[in-house]
């Protein structure tokens, strides 16, 4: 069990109303992630469905029954945070084991879980050190450790992995994939890394100023952003996006047109531009080019694409992968 129901939810600091008003459905077993600009709400709004902030208005009902009124404690939720917490006196095995020996359960039944948990994250070498004696992946795995061990209904992760190394941040992301996989446990993962939200996600919640802008699965949002701030935020790099004449010729307001969805040449196509910056990164070349008529566009090559800084480039836009976007932003 672990459905989560957000209905009418309002949150606001003094005069500041952060979250003006969300209605969401979180499914038992979903990987859903939240994912925004800084400041956007992310972690208000984590914090109100774990009962760490008091909603100003509306419901938060969990399986079914409302929990608006719930202790954190009574919700049935463990939460992960980025600054992972652990006491740095206490060993792996009792940072872990914590929640449970709060919570009075005996220790033959917190040895087991505990041993359980430390399988699940290949932690069992590492039970009776100090976390200080951990690199920062495995002081990672302690904190979801405390979490797991509590079999929780849904795992809440506030930005688990931003305090890691890019290298350790990919392997942590596939670890963590795997172990909603192993567990099937409802996860709430609040990022504003739109990579990570793009390859761990069942269901992407795209937030802007304490607002929904859309709700869907990675490649719905890929393919069919509602609006232009879901267009321009999902997708690295970002999409294209036009306005002025050549958008009027499409029809639209303005049009966008992913650096993947263009075919590029250095004899002839549809816009004529001067490379300003390749980005060589051996599988694949990012051209920024400067286009007549348009301005900066940024299109994506293979890796061995020959073109330099100066040189002039030819840029198509596949026809049928053009997104078309009315006055309001939105998609059209
Ligand atoms: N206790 C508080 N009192 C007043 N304002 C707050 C409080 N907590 C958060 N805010 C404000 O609410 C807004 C949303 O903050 P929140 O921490 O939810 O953003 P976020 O999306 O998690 O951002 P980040 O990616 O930087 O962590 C911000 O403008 C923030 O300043
Ligand atoms: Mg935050």
Not at 14 to 35: D, H, M, R, T, Y
Not at 73 to 87: D, I, K, N, P, T
Request: net charge neutral.
């Amino acid at each position: 069990m672990g459905s989560i129901t957000l209905q009418n939810v309002s949150k606001t600091f003094g005069e500041a109303k952060v979250i003006p008003n969300i209605n969401l459905e979180i499914n038992n077993g979903e990987f859903v992630v939240f994912v925004g600009p800084s400041g956007c709400g992310k972690s208000t709004l984590l914090r109100l469905i774990a009962g760490l902030e008091d909603i100003s208005g509306g419901k938060i009902l969990i399986d079914g029954a409302d929990a608006t009124d719930k202790k954190p404690s009574e919700r049935g939720l463990a939460m992960v945070f980025q600054s992972y917490a652990l006491y740095p006196h206490m060993s792996v095995r009792s940072n872990i084991g914590f929640p449970l020996k709060m919570a009075g359960m005996d220790k033959a039944e917190i040895d087991r879980k505990v041993t359980d948990a430390a399988r699940i994250l290949n932690l069992t070498d590492y039970l009776d050190r100090k976390p200080r004696q951990l690199s920062g992946g495995q002081r990672q795995r302690v904190a979801i450790g405390r979490a797991i061990v509590r079999s929780p209904r849904c795992f809440l992760f506030d930005e688990p992995l931003s305090n890691l190394d890019a290298a350790l941040r990919v392997n942590m992301r596939l670890e963590i994939s795997e172990l909603h996989q192993k567990l099937g446990a409802t996860s709430i993962y609040v990022t504003h890394d739109q990579v990570e939200a793009m390859t761990m996600a069942d269901k992407i919640v795209v937030l802007n100023r304490g607002n929904i802008e859309q709700v869907g699965s990675p490649l719905e949002l890929y393919r069919n952003p509602a609006n232009l701030f879901v267009a321009g935020f999902i997708g690295s790099p970002k999409m294209n996006l036009i306005s002025g004449s050549v958008a009027q010729q499409h029809g639209a307001h303005t049009i966008g047109i992913r650096p993947e969805h263009v075919t590029l040449s250095t004899t002839e196509g549809a816009w004529k531009g001067k490379v300003t910056i390749a980005e060589h990164l051996g599988s694949d070349t990012f051209l920024h080019a400067d286009v007549e008529g348009i301005g900066p566009i940024t299109a994506r090559a293979g890796g061995d694409f020959p073109v330099r800084h100066g040189e002039t480039v030819f840029i198509t836009p596949d026809a049928s992968r053009i997104h078309r976007f009315n006055d309001k932003g939105m998609a059209a």
